[in-house]
């Protein structure tokens, strides 16, 4: 120890002394050649030494440091992070989903609570400047998450239950959808965006009623336990279905609405089909093949075929994007088309969800929330209107559901909570939605009142499942006979 201490002090001695020697040689060199335009600026940064204290021009330097564009980002993240985890650990204690309580703080943080309370503090956490940093982030977060729901399909699961699930899950879609369109007969005129054309808007409200948040669907079936029931498989099944449909639908709507002509449109969806049959029967069939079967059964994916898989997801959302349908849609088909083999897929998924979930989904939720003012809502008619869409949706989704599934044979109690499930949107539809607004379909005040309807109807799931339950409880406790 004490030899090492003193090559310790000599190597610091001698470092030292080297370097206060070799500073003095210098200081005698004569000056550097001018540089072109970089005389005025030296000449100014020594006067402006000159002029001001060290403590005030550390003040200065740190505020540079700050306003740069990743110091504000860091920033942005601390309060995204911060308040999208105290909501969510609000909301569960509260009975409800903690991305219920994400997707509210996202809200919250916007122009709608954040910028109205205190405006000054909101411009400077969120300057008009930072939001295309924003924007960029939340999309590949939106990508990641597409890709683990995208992994969550078993396919063998729903080919199992197949002739009650496509009934059921198309019921699920056809009826809201109809209802949706319906009502975009009435709300183009005053709601629509500038420019859209009513098939576009009209397909696009059909869309929004008849979307269902997989992901959302199957933790609510976690955490109540329904997960190994005939409801939870029956749910998880008629959700899987009906995420493949309604995704597959809004691909095509996407597609219609940003071509400029029919023809351009038959194209786009013609170029959407062979991606689609590519992926299924060329690169799902080649890629355990070309990772190996070993690698696949490994306890851990090696940073190889992590690569492997990114440079997937990758090539996949950016053929759709290119397309013009959308990068997500990319991502979801790359998911479902990743191995089984080993438990593949959840290894993957408990990767790159964690990562997504915890610092990329809060930044697209507080960039919704960015985009939504509720301020527009600022009239009586503006909140019937909106309530009117919420008791649709629900109707529609619900009933729709319900209905079908009496169909089937299950009784009504479960039919009931199946289309509770079945109504929850969650981040699903928050993500079609902004897809609608980037295309102009959507203007900001009918945009407002669906994100709302969103919030609504998954916080709607909870208390309704709860409620359907218990009346079936309560006529089994009522036919009960009582001995006296």
């Known amino acids: 120890m004490k030899r090492t201490a003193v090559f310790y002090l ?259 969806l013609l170029l959407v089909v062979v991606f689609i049959a590519v992926m299924i029967w060329g690169v799902r069939p080649a890629l355990p093949r070309f990772i190996g079967r070993a690698r696949l059964e490994n306890e851990a994916p090696s940073k190889g075929v992590i690569a492997t898989v990114i440079c997937v997801v990758v090539a996949a959302s950016f053929c759709t994007e290119v397309i013009g349908i959308h990068a997500l849609f990319g991502a979801f088909l790359a998911g479902a088309i990743m191995p089984e083999i080993g438990g593949f897929r959840h290894k993957l998924a408990v990767r790159v969800e964690n990562f997504s979930s915890v610092l990329l989904l809060p930044l697209f939720f507080v960039f919704t929330g960015l985009r939504t003012q509720i301020a527009l809502l600022n009239d009586v008619t503006g909140w019937l209107i909106c309530l009117l869409i919420i008791a649709v949706a629900t109707l529609g989704k619900l009933g729709g559901t319900a209905v079908s599934a009496r169909f089937t044979g299950m009784s009504w109690s479960e039919s009931l909570q199946l289309g509770a499930l079945m109504n929850t949107r969650g981040l699903m539809e928050l993500i079609a939605l902004n897809i609608g607004y980037d295309l102009g379909i959507l203007s900001p005040r009918i945009f407002a009142m669906l994100v709302v309807m969103a919030l609504a109807t998954t916080m709607l799931t909870g208390p309704l499942l709860t409620l359907f339950g218990d009346r079936k409880k309560v006529k089994a406790q009522a036919e009960i006979p009582v001995n006296v």
């Open 10 to 268: 000599l190597l610091l001695v001698v470092a030292g002394l080297g370097v206060l020697a070799l500073l003095r040689a210098g200081a005698s060199l004569p000056p550097p050649s001018a540089v072109p335009g970089a005389t005025a600026q030296a000449a100014s940064v020594a006067v402006n030494a000159g002029e001001v204290s060290a403590v005030e021009s550390m003040i200065t330097g740190l505020r540079a440091n700050f306003d740069a564009p990743l110091g504000h980002l860091f920033l942005q993240l601390l309060v995204i992070i911060g308040i999208s985890r105290i909501a969510g650990a609000i909301f569960s204690k509260l009975g409800q989903p903690s991305v219920v309580g994400e997707m509210a703080a996202g809200i919250l943080l916007g122009p709608s609570l954040f910028g109205w309370v205190a405006p000054e503090a909101f411009a400077f956490v969120f300057p008009t400047e930072s939001l295309g940093t924003i924007k960029l982030l939340s999309q590949i977060g939106v990508c990641l998450f597409m890709f683990t729901v995208g992994m969550e399909l078993n396919i063998a699961h729903v080919r199992s239950k197949a002739h009650a699930a496509v009934v059921v899950s198309h019921a699920s879609i056809v009826v809201p959808y109809f209802l949706g369109v319906v009502l975009a007969y009435f709300l183009f005129t005053s709601l629509a965006a500038g420019g859209t054309t009513f098939t576009a808007f009209a397909l696009f409200m059909g869309i929004s009623m008849s979307i269902t948040a997989f992901p959302v669907l199957a933790r609510i079936l976690q955490e109540r336990k329904l997960t190994q029931t005939f409801l939870g498989s029956t749910a998880i099944t008629c959700a899987a279905v009906d995420d493949v449909t309604a995704w597959s639908i809004l691909a095509f709507v996407v597609a219609i609405a940003r071509a400029t002509s029919v023809e351009a449109s038959a194209l786009n």
